[in-house]
């Protein structure tokens, strides 16, 4: 069945460095990839997301990369804040199928 | 526009009991899915309902289910409760025609089974 893998569970950086966050996923006809971030106790909340048909979006001191022939696809995150500290999930679906999440990955920003 | 909202915020049962969550998704909304969040486990799909239709499922037992009314806002009921049913219940919706996956998350339920 479809799977998303996502590596690292958990990272730590020194505030101002940089984070990476590399997801894969089994379905070749997925085409939708969003990003979500859930701060303790919060709902997870949409950051930024990523069509099959775009290569790389960016906002801000967010972007996101995909690469379809391999089928997996990174969250960038430049100049880190504390307040960037969650866990970040990635997920994977096609038109009108089911949001499919990876196991998510906890980030911490050490001041 | 008001967000995705879940009702009750909080509950405990017992097992062997039944419980019902409710979901009202954003207005023009016609899809509501649910998931299970778990430390372990992660936000694992539960189903999803489109126009009072189930569209997707998931792959738990059939004591999980759900329904969705006219109006879009959706119900989870899970009947014989398990210690293991212990967890955050989310609901999230989405606009359900092509083009406009993005998901917007109510605040959970959070279910404790003693």
């Known amino acids: 069945g479809e799977n998303v893998e996502q590596h690292p569970s958990t990272l730590s950086v020194q505030e101002g460095d940089s984070a990476v966050i590399k997801c894969t996923y089994s379905?070749?006809?997925?085409?939708?990839f969003p990003w979500y971030k859930q701060e303790l106790g919060k709902r997870p909340q949409l950051i930024i997301d990523?069509?099959?048909?775009?290569g790389e979006k960016k906002d801000q001191r967010i972007a996101v990369t995909l690469n379809k022939t391999a089928k997996h696809f990174s969250l960038h995150i430049t100049e880190t804040q504390p307040e960037d500290s969650a866990v970040y999930f990635c997920?994977?679906?096609?038109?009108?199928?089911?949001?499919?999440f990876g196991p998510g990955t906890s980030l911490s920003v050490i001041p | 526009k008001a967000g995705v909202t879940q009702t009750p915020r909080y509950l405990i049962k017992t097992r062997g009991q039944q419980v019902t969550l409710s979901c009202s998704p954003i207005s023009g909304h016609r899809s509501v899915s649910w998931y299970q969040q778990t430390p372990g486990q992660g936000l694992q799909f539960l189903f999803e309902?489109?126009?009072?239709?189930?569209?997707n499922k998931g792959n738990f037992p059939g004591r999980f289910s759900g329904r969705q009314f006219s109006n879009s806002r959706s119900e989870m009921n899970v009947s014989t409760l398990e210690l293991g049913d212990s967890a955050l219940y989310l609901c999230?919706?989405?606009?359900?025609?092509?083009?406009?996956?993005?998901?917007?998350f109510g605040p959970g339920t959070r279910l404790t089974v003693l």
């Open positions: 997920a994977a679906s096609r038109t009108y199928d089911k949001v499919i």
């Open positions: 309902y489109f126009s009072e239709t189930q569209r």
């Open positions: 990523i069509r099959s048909n775009v």
């Open positions: 379905d070749s006809a997925s085409n939708y």
């Open positions: 999230a919706s989405r606009v359900g025609l092509a083009g406009s996956d993005t998901q917007y």
